[in-house]
């Protein structure tokens, strides 16, 4: 790896770490860049997963002040990890290639669920209206989805937590956002220790692109505090929208 790659490599992790905090699909930025740097894409995946985590980590901290007080986000946490486990293993032992035709349907149809998020909730029900119960298994599902699909491949796992949880939270975005960032580092810690094991992991890559995501990561979630929700969706949606395209193209061209 030369100088020019590991300055790809950090510039990439910049980049990532805030478009993670704001949007999510930072990893459609690494990925492509420790595919450029010269990684063959599975452990450039695997190493991926890994580097980003930092971000989420970040994240974090930056956007704490929205997250819900109380023991109900903490009961998300064991669905969490038990779908990244899953999706993980997933990637570890299946071809990936019909799963990469899946991945932009889901992207897409996950940001189309955020563009038409109160028509959707008038024909499902506002979760206010939900029973405690219906409302219960509605967000441990969405998230069990998420996580699955975090531990296999992880690009726009943001936009996906985002608009699945909107549909079935009653708060607002930026709080939806905070949710999603803890669910977000839970993920990359899950795929952190699992590749770190089990995974071909490049760890002069990781070291050059993490502490970057850290670094973006912090600064685009205090962005997202300062960002009306209205404008948030929309960047949320138009960046969704773009990476599901992207992926597509990737996977049929």
Known sequence: MDFSDAALLVAAGLAAGTVNAVAGGGSLITFPAMIAAGLP??????????AVFPGYVASVAGSHQDLPRG?????????????TVAGAALLLATPARAFELVVPFLVLGATAVLAFQDPLRRLVGHPRDLSPRRRTVSVQAMVAVGAVYGGYFGAALGVMLVAGLALVLDATLARVGAIKNLLSAVVGLTTLVVFALFGPVNWAAVALVAPATLVGGYAGARLVRRLPSVVLKTVIVGFGTVIGLYLLWRAVR
């Not at 894409?41 to 890994?50: F, Q, R, T």
């Not at 023991?71 to 779908?83: D, S």
């Open 41 to 50: 894409p599975i452990p450039a995946n695997v190493s991926n997963s890994v």
């Open 71 to 83: 023991r109900a986000l903490a009961t998300l946490v064991p669905t969490t990890v038990l779908g």
